[in-house]
T-cell receptor, first 118, second 114 residues
Framework: AQKITQTQPGMFVQEKEAVTLDCTYDTSDPSYGLFWYKQPSSGEMIFLIY??????QNATEGRYSLNFQKARKSANLVISASQLGDSAMYFC???????????????FGTGTRLQVTL | EAGVAQSPRYKIIEKRQSVAFWCNPISGHATLYWYQQILGQGPKLLIQ????????DSQLPKDRFSAERLKGVDSTLKIQPAKLEDSAVYLC????????????FGPGTRLLVL
């Protein structure tokens, strides 16, 4: 079974509008972390935002916020006030296990390509 | 603070040749990861080091891929012999020993096997 599912291969959004990128996950581990990364055409994976499974509040980082719905196992990324520079691939990823001990690997989804238009 | 460094950025080789990639993680990051990203897919872990010990290499094709991190800092990933299906971006990442242990990625090496 897919551990991370991103059902939107591509999304378009107009500049200055908000956009939501979907991510659902599957794990039986009670401790896990969810991450979003941006990958521009240059190829580098840029960390955007993190949500821990025990965090009570939704994570926010500037224009990025994570809509965490634990019961639904979803962790959607919301980008507010889109900019042309936001055009890129966006990956949702999960790390199973808590923050103690050796960090385990990230499992990535297949990504969503976001195109911001004028 | 310097980020994760990788070299080369691009490499073109013929099948059956060998190739090596180098990674220098962020200073103080004990954990180092090598991921393979095939076009149109998300990255997949090949190997994870904690200092100079291997934590997870379950998805490393050991008949042709090898990796080492001798002094617990720099790491090299080698492919010998390369196959067409090895064409991908090879990403190195590192994470700190404490906190949420976010993985920070380097720019990657784009490998094309002809």
């Amino acid at each position: 079974a897919q551990k991370i599912t991103q059902t939107q291969p591509g999304m378009f959004v107009q500049e200055k509008e908000a956009v939501t990128l979907d991510c659902t996950y599957d794990t039986s581990d009670p401790s896990y972390g969810l991450f979003w990364y941006k990958q521009p055409s240059s190829g580098e994976m840029i960390f955007l935002i993190y949500q821990g499974s025990y965090d009570q509040q939704n994570a926010t980082e500037g224009r990025y916020s994570l809509n965490f719905q634990k019961a639904r196992k979803s962790a959607n990324l919301v980008i507010s006030a889109s900019q042309l520079g936001d055009s890129a691939m966006y990956f949702c990823a999960m790390r199973e296990g808590g923050n103690t001990g050796t960090a385990s690997k990230l499992t990535f989804g297949t990504g969503t390509r976001l195109q911001v238009t004028l | 603070e310097a980020g994760v460094a990788q070299s080369p950025r691009y490499k073109i080789i013929e099948k059956r040749q060998s190739v090596a990639f180098w990674c220098n993680p962020i200073s103080g990051h004990a954990t180092l990861y090598w991921y393979q990203q095939i076009l149109g897919q998300g990255p997949k872990l090949l190997i994870q080091f904690q200092n100079n010990g291997v934590v997870d290499d379950s998805q490393l094709p050991k008949d042709r891929f090898s990796a080492e991190r001798l002094k617990g800092v720099d790491s090299t990933l080698k492919i010998q012999p390369a196959k067409l299906e090895d064409s991908a971006v090879y990403l190195c990442a590192s994470s700190p020993p404490t906190g949420m242990k976010t993985q920070y990625f380097g720019p990657g090496t784009r490998l094309l096997v002809l």
